[in-house]
C-alpha cells in the first residue's frame, strides 16, 4: 500500500518531527477523552434512575421557623396527605438520596465502621420509583422498622447477608447490639447504582415507623413523586400549591409555606433552586463549568488537527517530485489524493494506539485520584469510540486540503525546477511559519484560562483561613460521640512540642455540602 510506504519513509527520513505529531497528536486524544469523560459523568448524573424524568422532589417556598425559606423536607402529615388526596401522583416515596453518616458495626467488625445510610417511607413504592434491583431478600421485609437493605458493595466489603445485623459502636460500655440502642437486620441486597448517580453513595437504607402519620410540625421528609402519565409538572404545582393552602387552613396550620414546586430528579443536580437553607437534595453542578470543560477539550483536539496540517503542509515539499513524477508515468489523481487521506488515517491509529497506552498508565496510577469518573476504556469505550470517530472526521478534512494542494501544480514544474525555492514555496513556508505561530499561541492561551480557572479553584474563599490546617479521619469507635477521654489524650499528645497550636474534632466531613443549622448561630 502506497500510503502505508509513503509514511514507512517519512517516518525513517524524518524520525523526531514525526514521531513527536504522533506524540503530540495522541496526547490531544487522551486528553480530550479524559475530559469528555468527565463531562459524560456530569451531565448524565442521575439521570439512570429508573423514570428520573417523571419523577420529582417537592419543595417549598414560604415562611419556616420564622423566616423564609427554601425548604427541601416536609412534615409526614404533608406526605400522607399526598398519598391520599392529590392526583396525578403515581407514586409516593421519601428518601434522602445523599444520605446520613452513621457509625457501626457487625459482629464480624466490632471495632467498628463509617456508613451512609438512608432511613425512607413507603419502602414498596420508594424502591420501585428508584429502580432498586434487590438481588437477595424481599421488599415486604422492609416494611418493618429496623428491618435493612444494603448494597452488594457494602455487603460484600462487610461480610453481609442475609440475617446479618448492624449495631452502634460508641465505646466499650455501650455492649454490642444493645436493644436499648440503634440496631438494624439485613433482609435485602440491592445492586449497586452506576457512579455517577447519588444513591450509588448509599450503602444501606432502613425503614420509618408508622408512628404520627398525621403530624404536620416536624419537617424531616424529603418526598418525590412520580408522576402520571399525560400530567406535567407544572399543573401539578399549581394543584398541590391549591390543596396545601386549603388543608393548612382547614388544620390551623397557617404559618406554613404557601408555595410549592417540584424539580426533576434527571434535573436537580444542575438546576436546584437557590436558597435551599437546610438539607440539598442531592450533588449540585454548574452547567457553565462542565460546558465549559467540553469546550475546551473541543478546542484541545481541534488545534492538535491543525497542527497536524501544518505538519502535514511542511512535507509538500519533500513529496512534490515524487507525486508528480507518479502523474507522468500515468497515476490517477484521484488515486494520488486517496492516498493522501488513507495516510492520515494510519498517522491517526498510530496517535490512538499511543493514547491507549497513556490513558491505561493514567488509569492504573495515582493520577486516577483527580477524576471523579473512571478513566478506563475498557468502561468507557462509547466516549473513546465517539473520540475516534471525531479524529477520523477531523483526519479527513485536514487531508483535504493538502490532497489537493500537492496535485494542483503541474507535472512539468515539479519536475524542472525547485520548488522550495519557488516564489509558491517560499509563500507556503511564509503561511506555514504563521500558521504556526498562530496555533502555538492559541495553546498558550487555552493553557492560561486552565491555569487560572484552576488556581481560582484552588484559592476560592471558603470562610477561613485553611493554610497550615490538616484533616484526618479517625477510627469512630475510638473518638465517637462518647470518646471523650480518647479525645482529650490524643489532643494533648498532638500538643506536645509547640508543633500544634490547636485541635478540633467534628462528627462528619470537616466541609460538607449540608448542614443542618435551625436554631443555631454559627
Sequence with gaps: MKALRNLYITLRSMPVVTGLNIFGLAVAISVAYMIFVQVNHELSFNKGI???ARTALIISDGDFMGERTINTNMSRGAVEFIRNSVPMVEKVGSIN????RRGGCTEDNPEGFLFNVSNILFPASTLEMFGFELVDGDTASLATYGNMAVSESFARRHNLKLGSRIGHTYNEEIPLFNEAYWKGTVTAIYRDFPENCDLATLDAIGFFDRNNLGDWSNWNFQVYVKLADGCTFAEFDS???????????RIGRDNDPKRYFTVPVSELYYNQPDGIKYNLPSSKGDLATTLSLAAIAAVLLLLAFVNYLNYVMSLIPMRMRSVNTQRIVGA??????????????????AAVVVALFII???AKSSLSSLFIATVDVVEQGGIMLAIIVAAMILAFAVSLYPMWYITSFSPSFSLGGNFARSRKGVTLRTVLVGMQFFVSFLLVIVALFIWLQNRYLLSADIGFEREHLLTVELPWKQYSLYGQTSRDELTAKLMQGGYVKDVAFSNGDFIANKRWTVGRTI
Design 50 to 52: 429508573k423514570d428520573a
Design 332 to 349: 490517477h489523481v484521484a488515486s494520488l489524493r486517496l492516498d493522501f487521506i488513507v495516510e492520515s488515517f494510519l498517522f491517526l491509529a
Design 97 to 100: 438520596i445523599l444520605g446520613d
Design 239 to 249: 394543584l398541590l400549591t391549591k390543596l396545601f393552602v386549603a388543608e393548612q387552613a
Design 360 to 362: 491505561g498508565l493514567v
